[in-house]
């Protein structure tokens, strides 16, 4: 073969290679860049149930002020009557969210029904949400200690309960010598120590306050040291576990500290609300001290944990459940 025959002939085979080349890329798909802009989560609605106390406040002024429509939220507030029947509606998914305590958010996670706890509602500071010990009019006693042996009314396995043994313990009173009469409804245990009918009585605000305008002597609360009674707000994890729900539990935050914000600058002007929301017994309606709210912030590892021991001391908890089990910490 000549030289020029080889020579076109290997310019032939090139030209056929590099068509095969071109054919084969061809073939392979562009390579594509996403334009489209990524889906934000939008918020979904959310029910709330909450029981009729000061509690929940920040969440009736948000209403009133059209806080949640501004932020683009559909919130519903579902009062209850007794916490029972809010754990129960919590359980079944008639409400994604509750106003609680740590009692109630520990018992819903062990049952089956997982919760987070976002904020505290109530109680972040010895100054907010005062629980005490009362004893009724014209008692001898002026010391926790004189109340060793005496029957002490209360509610079961409750946070009441909770805190009327941290007081106890806290100056000195032996396990034992702390007596429990149990009286679950706290009206109706109100009632009962002022006629003379209880010795003395473990009361949440504003009874407690209402005890003492009317002749029962106050020997301690929880306003000295030490918080033992926060309220929270729980959320159902599987309401967190959906992008609308994280959104949703995220600028509900928002709201609740710009809430906070307007009954810090001026308490005493929701008074009136608490009469209507929180049935604020008449007698205290022009002196009741409306608390100071905080800032949304998640219960400590220390007061969630010291719950948990009491709780399992008391056999009312056989799960072991921890902090982190319990917490979330939300992004607002």
Known sequence: ???????MACMLSLALAMTALAGCAKEEPAETIDTEPAIEAQPVPIKIGTLTTEDALPLWV??????????????EIITFQAAQE??????????????????????????GSPVSMVTVMLGATSAEGRFGIVVKPGSDASTLADLAGVPIATSAASIQEYVLDGLMTGVGVAAAD????????????FELLMSGQLEAAALPEPLLALAELQGAK?????????NLTQTVLGVSDKYLATPGGMVTVSTLLDVWDAAVDIINADPNVWRATLVDKARLPEPLKDSYRVNIYPKAVVPTAEQVDA???????????????????????MPH
């Open 86 to 111: 809010r754990d129960v509606a919590f359980a079944s998914g008639a409400i994604d969210a509750f106003m609680g305590d740590i009692i109630a958010s520990a018992a819903l996670e062990a049952g």
């Open 178 to 189: 702390v007596k429990k009469e149990i009286v679950p409804k706290v009206p109706v245990r």
């Open 218 to 226: 106050l020997i301690a609360d929880d306003t000295k040291g030490e």
């Open 307 to 329: 719950v948990l021991v009491w709780m399992r001391a008391n056999e009312l908890l056989t799960t072991d459940l921890t902090y982190e089990d319990l917490v979330q910490e």
């Open 62 to 75: 948000a209403e009133a002020e059209g806080l949640f429509e501004e932020a683009g939220l559909k919130v």
């Open 1 to 7: 073969m000549s030289r020029t025959i080889r020579v």
